[in-house]
């Protein structure tokens, strides 16, 4: 018994020379694009879906079934990125069925968004999320993500505290939307966290 | 000055007011350093996205606001409006962007008029930024095959 624990521990999101298998999930094809090049200049391997109904069929969490055979390639994503606002089921739906699963909870799991909403960022954090990124999404995000995670380190610990602060500088809700902000003072201020 | 010279210092003066007019922002720049010789159509294969995901919202819109004004679903236009607005900030179209802000915000009013007069802003800046982008596009390749004619 111990012996198999110790294996699937293996198993999971360390790496070690290969590169990152990263699940991407956004419904915005524009988007997709983006990400899958994002990834691909980070050194990733990458898998990118609309749904967050794919991205369970493609882990094989879709029928709610432990499958004792896993799926060989889907037991190897190392990360899953993920837009919040999806028609269907949301990032944040994805994110608590990924938590909720014994076998994929380790998976390191971001979630982006373009809206800077301290409730929403502060839900996903709690319910496990690692990080949460403003879009557009730029490439020094990705590679700080995927750095991270290539060294292996928790992401839990310092990183979440990194977060912690980088929320307090967000916008309250109701004013997002209304902000004299420009986006792209809104883009150098996430730039500067 | 030689053609190529030339064409270059064109290419980067329109880029350049584009920028100073508001049309593009820095994401667009960000496309463009993810662009090189093993994808060197990166930023068309982006904005031509753009494009389809945009004329397929402005459509839906146009639906949306058709019907009888006390059966508008506003919450079905704000939804596509937010689509819109993603997509224009992932490719820089800062100006499109912000008029999907301000479309927004007269869905949440549940203001009608507000509503159509933002269609219209954005039908409006929607075109005006799709033929600056095919036109920089087109001086991009013009500039590309005459650089190619003189290594020959």
Redesign the interface.
């Known amino acids: 018994m111990a012996a198999t624990a110790d294996l699937f521990i293996q198993r999971l999101p360390e790496v070690s020379a290969r590169e990152l298998h990263v699940l991407a999930v956004d419904d915005s094809h524009v988007d997709r694009k983006v990400i899958e090049r994002l990834l691909k200049i980070s050194s990733c391997k990458v898998t990118v879906v609309d749904s967050g109904t794919r991205a369970l069929q493609y882990l094989g969490l879709d029928g709610g079934e432990k499958n004792s055979s896993i799926d060989f390639d889907s037991m190897k994503v190392n990360l899953i990125m993920t837009d919040y606002s999806m028609p269907g089921m949301t990032g944040f739906e994805l994110l608590k069925k990924i938590k909720e699963s014994s076998i994929f909870r380790e998976i390191p799991v971001v979630v982006m968004s373009s809206e800077n909403i301290l409730t929403r960022i502060d839900s996903c954090l709690e319910e496990g999320a690692e990080e949460f990124l403003l879009k557009p999404v730029k490439l020094s995000d990705v590679k700080r993500v995927t750095d991270f995670i290539m060294r292996g380190e928790g992401m839990k610990g310092g990183k979440r505290s990194q977060k912690r602060r980088r929320s307090d500088d967000c916008i309250p809700s109701l004013t997002t939307e209304l902000s004299p902000l420009s986006p792209s003072t809104l883009a150098s201020k996430k730039s500067k966290l | 000055m030689d053609v190529v010279t030339q064409m270059q210092r064109q290419l980067i003066q329109y880029t350049s007011s584009l920028f100073q007019e508001g049309f593009l922002?820095?994401?667009f720049n960000?496309?463009q350093?993810?662009q090189d010789e093993s994808?060197p159509e990166?930023v068309v294969?982006?904005v031509t996205?753009?494009f389809?995901?945009a004329e397929r919202l402005l459509n839906e819109l146009s639906k949306s606001l058709q019907v009888e004004q006390e059966s508008i679903d506003f919450r079905k236009v704000d939804?596509q409006v937010?689509?819109l607005?993603?997509?224009s900030?992932?490719?820089?179209a800062?100006r499109v962007?912000?008029v999907c802000?301000a479309f927004?915000?007269f869905c949440?009013q549940q203001n009608v008029e507000g509503c159509l007069k933002s269609l219209q802003e954005i039908k409006q800046e929607y075109s005006l930024v799709k033929t600056k982008l095919e036109t920089l596009f087109k001086m991009e390749k013009q500039l590309f095959a005459a650089r190619g004619s003189i290594s020959r």
């Open positions: 922002d820095d994401q960000q496309l350093q993810l994808n990166f294969e982006v996205l753009f389809e995901d939804a937010h689509q607005k993603g997509s900030s992932s490719i820089g800062q962007q912000r802000i927004r915000n949440e």
